[in-house]
């Protein structure tokens, strides 16, 4: 995996989900010191989803940002690009839909959705901007987008330290837990990349969104965006 930009080629990055897919979701616990949990539902309760509504889950990976959805009733499509995530999670819960596919070309038809969400995937997108375009597409006219995604910490003296642990301490964590280390340092390398939380709204805007706001989580550390798709 080369260096973490916004110029990703697809083969390789799914190539790495592909390669982590079985420890992922407890790597992703470690990692964020156990947060994760309380960012889900942060996240969940921003789609406001309800019985009878269908919900895009984006970059779903093994589905477990699906489960909220699905145990509640909700009708939910687990849509990922990595073969090795859609397996572990096709295993884990087959009672969920599980959709191979591309974010920047989904299989699904025009204002089928009545919301959209992608959790901490869309800065591994190619081009995140067509993403939120295709996201436009699918979901209906007055739907929802929620977007979680590191971001940029608003203390300047805790942001210093966060990208300290990012470059510093996840590396030799991910060596002692995980089968490719080097997959994480490429993840901590895309977090830097990433644009602050007016940058992304910025682009969720000029995709064709309106009315977007964000919650700052854990000092900043994750952005949840939401918009909604115009009427007409």
Known sequence: MSRASLEKRP?????????????????NDILSLGQTRRWR?????????????????????????SEPYADAGISVV???FS????????????????????ATNLPFAD?????ATISFGLRNVNEPKKALAEMLRVVKPGGTLVIAEFSHPTFAPFRTVYTEYLMRA???????LSSNPTA???????IRAWPAQDGLAEWIESAGWESC???NLTGGIVAVHRATKPLA
């Open 213 to 215: 706001r964000y919650r």
């Open 111 to 115: 204002n089928s959705f009545d919301a």
């Open 41 to 65: 539902k942060v996240i969940v309760d921003a789609v406001g989803a309800k019985r009878g509504q269908r919900v895009l889950d984006l970059a779903a990976g093994t589905g477990t940002s």
């Open 184 to 190: 994480y340092v490429y993840l901590a390398e895309s």
């Open 78 to 80: 687990a849509c990922d």
């Open 11 to 27: 083969e390789e990055v799914q190539a790495m989900f592909d390669d982590v897919a079985a420890r992922y979701d407890v790597m």
């Open 83 to 102: 073969q090795g995530m859609l397996k572990v999670g096709k295993r884990r819960r087959p009672d969920i839909d599980f959709v191979a596919g591309d």
């Open 170 to 176: 996840l590396p030799p964590v991910a060596r002692t």
